[in-house]
């Protein structure tokens, strides 16, 4: 049935490891429904590659916003990780550890509201089950620290610490852990050498400061879920 409805298109080939990541991805975008976790259409595939059709966000990525606007007012920034926070509870009650959580893969419905923002891009999630990870997966200057590790992950609170990355680049407009290189990015990831040296931390209320270093914290046995 044609609608006139735009969608946004994933290819995924499929070769082996991008074949599976591709099925993974459909089975969870299938289950899991909330206002901010991208929509699944439909998916189908021929011999060389799998489409993923989901909702398509006018309001483009975050990081577009943070461009035109340098930073979001606390307000806003507060409220966007409220509801991120919530579309995680929601997918852990799944079982699911999304593995890719950076402002690339948080887009929005409205261009000029930055708190309708929407989770996209399973393709590097895992489902827990009872089951151990502990391949690394992520991207520099936003994976916890205990990803970079051969600790095994059992929870998500490796998800929660890139969220707590996103707030930090939501507030100020800048990455904690950006370095020359992803050598460094990494390095900096790792031992978790975060500044919170900016100005707008002056203007920033406790309680947001509290919650931004409770979230960003190196060791993942202090946070409670």
């Not at 390095?187 to 406790?206: G, H, I, M, Y």
Request: with cysteine.
């Amino acid at each position: 049935v044609l609608t006139g409805e735009r969608l946004a298109a994933k290819a995924v080939e499929k070769c082996s490891l991008s074949r599976a990541n591709g099925f993974n991805e459909i089975k969870i975008l299938h289950a899991i429904s909330h206002p901010s976790v991208g929509r699944f259409y439909e998916a189908f595939c021929n011999n060389q590659t799998i489409m993923i059709l989901t909702e398509y966000y006018y309001g483009g990525g975050l990081n577009s916003y943070i461009n035109r606007f340098s930073r979001l007012r606390e307000d806003c920034a507060r409220t966007a990780l409220y509801k991120l926070l919530q579309a995680l509870l929601v997918i852990q009650r799944y079982h699911v550890l999304h593995r890719d959580l950076k402002n690339d893969n948080i887009m929005l419905k409205n261009a000029d509201d930055p708190t309708s923002v929407v989770i996209i891009d399973f393709g590097l999630s895992s489902h827990l089950y009872s089951k151990q990870i502990t391949m690394r997966c992520g991207s520099p200057g936003f994976v916890a620290p205990e990803v970079l590790t051969d600790r095994p992950l059992t929870d998500m609170k490796s998800d929660v610490f890139s969220l707590g990355v996103i707030f930090f680049t939501m507030l100020t407009g800048k990455e904690p852990f950006s370095a020359k290189n992803n050598e460094m990015t990494l390095r900096r990831n790792a031992k978790c050498e975060v500044q919170f040296t900016e100005p707008v931390f002056d203007t920033l209320s406790e309680k947001c400061k509290s919650m931004l270093a409770w979230l960003l914290q190196r060791n993942p046995e202090k946070k409670t879920q």
